[in-house]
């Protein structure tokens, strides 16, 4: 019987409740997974393999931190046999209902998501070269590394990631954005960016009965009365537009079997446009539009909406979370379906943390954006198992200034720094109606 360390069964109780041992078994057996009654089942590997990712450590070191008499080769191999679908199962279960918690839903009776994409290296194997490829300036045989996409969907209360999609370098997000909606569900609302509006997307979330807020880029605009697919229909305020959309063509990304089965060759949406400034002391202030399937003025002011969509830039920070703190933004797997279940893995860690953050901000009193990610990833690899949780750090708030990239000594990567920092930087953004 092996000797487990603290920080496995630690990672073990907080998977346990909601994915024990046994169900971890009946997930395999449903899935068609065959394994041997070995030391390394598959619900020890996931342990494992968190371990290794929280602990920052190799095959070779991580029998030392899990204590666990198993070689490297053993534990690759263990890893090599769980299933990817395993993983993105346990994924979907990390994810608190509103019930646990995760905090109640954060506009209007919606439950916020966020939408967007970012990306991470992998080894420059030909295999990982040819599936996700590089960069137009690094596609020699020996120059840079293979980039992959990754296209997420997040809650917006509580920072966790419930579906990812690996893409290639070469391929869009929007493409697969509508893969996401299957785990949005209804009485929800997504906030993405411009590069993720169309009227298919629109009108794909309408059809499921989930309300999207997104940026509009300036060629979709509607000025005064509009032109061609896109019309102005009413105004509601002041720079706020009731617009009618009209499917003009099918899109590349979307084949012309399901196009026709979607009906929607001439369809027309009925949508609400809002137009608001971002002002900046010392820059030109510039216009800015998002579009949205919340029709009614009086139960979503447009205020609130423009405030709510202020604060998509949130899956940024979560970003940083994911690649920075814990390292995904470079993944070690040397193959396509390690790859995949190191994401996964990595994810699945990541929810873990963000369900530490969430307990101890209803301790502390505070929002889980102030817990500190990295006390949080702490707590859970270096505390004893069943003590309970103590007060972790939580951020100041802080307005984030605009410094000038400059230093004292610059040596080559900023320039020189020739005054007072302080004077140099600038104020942040506000937002006005």
């Known amino acids: 019987m092996a000797t487990l360390s603290n920080s496995v069964q630690h990672v073990k109780q907080h998977l346990d409740e909601f994915a024990d041992e046994q169900d971890v078994?009946?997930?395999?057996?449903?899935?068609?997974?065959?394994?041997?009654?070995?030391?390394?089942?598959?619900?020890?590997?996931?342990q494992l393999f968190l371990i290794q990712l929280l602990a920052k450590v190799a095959l070779q070191g991580l029998r030392h931190v899990s204590q666990v008499a198993a070689s490297?080769?053993?534990?690759?191999?263990?890893?090599?046999r769980l299933p990817l679908k395993l993983l993105m199962e346990l994924v979907s279960r990390s994810v608190p209902g509103w019930s646990d918690d995760a905090p109640p839903p954060s506009f209007r009776g919606l439950k916020v998501y966020l939408a967007d994409g970012t990306s991470f290296m992998t080894p420059d194997t030909p295999r990982l070269a040819?599936?996700?490829?590089?960069?137009?300036?690094?596609?020699?045989?020996?120059?840079?590394?293979?980039?992959?996409?990754?296209?997420?969907?997040?809650?917006?209360?509580?920072?966790?990631?419930?579906?990812?999609?690996?893409?290639?370098?070469?391929?869009q997000e929007f493409t697969c954005l509508a893969r996401l909606f299957k785990a949005v569900g209804t009485a929800a609302l997504l906030l993405g960016d411009r590069g993720l509006v169309s009227f298919t997307h629109l009108a794909l979330m309408m059809q499921?009965?989930?309300?999207?807020?997104?940026?509009?880029?300036?060629?979709?605009?509607?000025?005064?009365?509009?032109?061609?697919?896109?019309r102005l229909i009413k105004r509601q305020g002041h720079h706020d537009l009731l617009v009618r959309w009209t499917a003009s063509?099918?899109?590349?990304?979307?084949?012309?079997?399901?196009?026709?089965?979607?009906?929607?060759?001439?369809?027309?949406?009925?949508?609400?446009?809002?137009?608001?400034?971002?002002?900046r002391k010392g820059f030109r202030t510039h216009w800015a539009w998002i579009i949205t399937t919340l029709l009614d003025a009086q139960q979503y002011p447009a205020q609130e909406l423009i405030e709510l969509y202020s604060k998509r830039w949130q899956i940024e920070v979560y970003f940083r979370d994911l690649k920075q703190t814990l390292g995904m933004k470079m993944i070690s797997a040397k193959t396509v379906p390690g790859v995949q279940k190191e994401v996964a893995a990595f994810v699945l860690l990541y929810n873990l943390i963000r369900r530490v953050m969430c307990r101890a901000a209803v301790q502390q009193g505070t929002?889980?954006?102030?817990?500190?990610?990295?006390?949080?990833?702490?707590?859970?690899l270096w505390t004893s198992p069943g003590q309970a949780l103590g007060s972790l750090k939580v951020n100041r708030v802080r307005v984030r200034p605009s410094p000038p990239r400059r230093l004292k000594n610059a040596r080559h990567r900023y320039p020189q720094l020739h005054g007072i920092r302080r004077e140099l930087s600038n104020p942040p953004y506000r937002v006005v109606l």
Not at 39 to 44: D, E, I, Q, S, V
Not at 220 to 230: E, F
Not at 250 to 278: C, D, G, Y
Not at 367 to 380: C, G, K, N
């Open 208 to 230: 499921r009965g989930i309300d999207g807020c997104f940026r509009l880029p300036r060629g979709q605009v509607v000025y005064a009365r509009g032109r061609a697919s896109r």
């Open 249 to 279: 063509r099918r899109p590349t990304w979307i084949s012309k079997n399901r196009w026709a089965k979607l009906e929607l060759a001439e369809a027309q949406l009925t949508l609400r446009q809002i137009a608001f400034r971002v002002c």
């Open 130 to 171: 040819k599936r996700y490829g590089k960069a137009k300036n690094q596609r020699g045989a020996s120059c840079g590394y293979p980039m992959a996409k990754l296209l997420a969907l997040m809650d917006h209360s509580g920072g966790f990631i419930s579906k990812v999609i690996a893409l290639p370098c070469a391929r």
């Open 367 to 380: 929002t889980a954006e102030r817990i500190s990610f990295i006390d949080a990833s702490r707590w859970l």
């Open 25 to 46: 078994a009946r997930i395999c057996r449903n899935l068609g997974h065959r394994w041997r009654q070995r030391k390394l089942g598959p619900a020890m590997t996931v």
């Open 72 to 80: 490297a080769q053993a534990i690759c191999k263990a890893k090599m």
